[in-house]
């Protein structure tokens, strides 16, 4: 299953264009889920001249940032600049008249975002992945799922562990502690997919996530594929009461939301967030409801990390602890909370929301991208690698056509420079 999102980069381009009344040049990553700075192409190829002239618009709004990895894997296609310009990190074109460029993004309280700030990326936040949540689980919104006979209590999925969600273990660690794995609809994978490491192998960023049990011999081996959060079970969420969903980023000061939390709103069911502490506000900020006064969600204010994991555990036992009484009227308040989220989810209130956010932050972005742009860096870079030797090797064909553009270049880029000396005098 290939998970189509050049559509949504194309609607993002259209919004931009919108927005600025004239072309914007979008890069995103492709494959999607790809971090090699090589799949970071453009979403139309202009060829080399036409995009000089374009504000740059680069999309890492999928995989949470990571402004050092990049630092040490800068790319570019002219090889020539390769060693000869630091500092582009994902800006993998550096000839462009436009001293900063955008960068789509997906975070909230991130310094990896005052990084790229710091440099010369303008930063432009939406929640990406609320619109494609809706369009991945487009097809729950007119499904009913009824509970089976045979429920288990707590629907937990956990195909990977590297990287930031390397929590996910001491979780599984937490709950055979706790007696809690025969509650559970879960399994676990001992081999990291995508580092095709054992976990006993796993050197911990955070050591107190290291598990001292054998998980693999407490739970059943995972067999989903890397494309399952861009789909639902039905007889999973109808064979259990409530999900615990295990996002990507816990340890860690930023929020970033992906489907994952999506997917059981979309479908109808309840939730406890193993995420970021604020994570439950950030979804209140947008609209929904969360459980608090039925579920226990002090967990979302803990700060430290492992804290906020026996919280989390503390709240499942409450709710395998519940009376009959306590069940039914619980229940009844759940399922009202779950019916709201569903339809807010499908709403046009709630994607209009995130796309007059995007629109809004586009707009400002854009006016920063023409308010600081004075031509400086490309004038210069133009004047230390346009040599003799670089034109005939880019520009033997057409030699007439690329001489009318890179004139018409230079006196657009000339003119921000000539503005940008009258205002500092």
Known sequence: MSIPLNRLYHYIQTIAEQVRGDYVLIYRFTPHGSKNIEDLVALTDLGPMASWQYPQLYCNDQEPLNYDFYQKNTYSII????????????????????????????????????????????????????????????????????????????????????????????????????????????????????????????????????????????????????????????????????????????????????????????????????????????????????????????????????????????????????????RIDNWKKIKEITAYNKKHFFSDVFFNLIVEELKCNLKQGLAEVEETNTSKNFLSLRKKFFTPKFNNLYFQQQRSTYKTTIIHILLKARGYYNRYLKSVK
């Open 79 to 326: 090889n020539e600049l390769r060693d000869k310009i630091s500092g582009l990190n994902l800006r993998i074109h550096p000839f462009n008249i436009y001293d900063k460029c955008l960068l789509l993004h997906s975070e909230k309280y991130s310094m990896e975002v005052q990084k790229y700030k710091d440099s010369h990326f303008i930063p432009v936040y939406y929640w990406a992945h609320a619109i494609i949540a809706q369009d991945w689980f487009r097809y729950a919104k007119d499904i009913n799922i009824k509970p089976n006979s045979t429920q288990q209590q707590f629907l937990i999925y956990n195909r990977a562990w590297g990287g930031t969600r390397e929590y996910r273990l001491k979780f599984l660690e937490l709950l055979q502690q706790n007696n809690l794995v025969n509650k559970c609809q879960s399994s676990f994978n001992p081999i990291e997919p995508a580092q095709n490491i054992h976990f006993s192998e796993h050197v911990f960023n955070n050591p107190l996530f290291k598990p001292a049990n054998n998980l693999q011999d407490i739970f059943p081996i995972t067999t989903a594929s890397s494309h399952a959060s861009a789909d639902f079970t039905i007889d999973d969420y109808a064979g259990t009461e409530i999900e615990v969903v295990l996002e990507t980023l816990f340890d860690d000061a930023r929020i970033q939301l992906t489907e994952k939390i999506l997917r059981p709103i979309a479908c109808g069911h309840p939730f406890i967030l193993a995420s970021s502490a604020g994570s439950l506000e950030y979804l209140r900020n947008y609209g929904f409801k969360t459980f608090d006064g039925i579920i226990d969600e002090s967990y979302d204010t803990e700060d430290d990390p492992v804290a906020r994991l026996n919280l989390i555990i503390k709240a499942m036992k409450h709710i395998t602890q519940w009376s009959e009484e306590e």
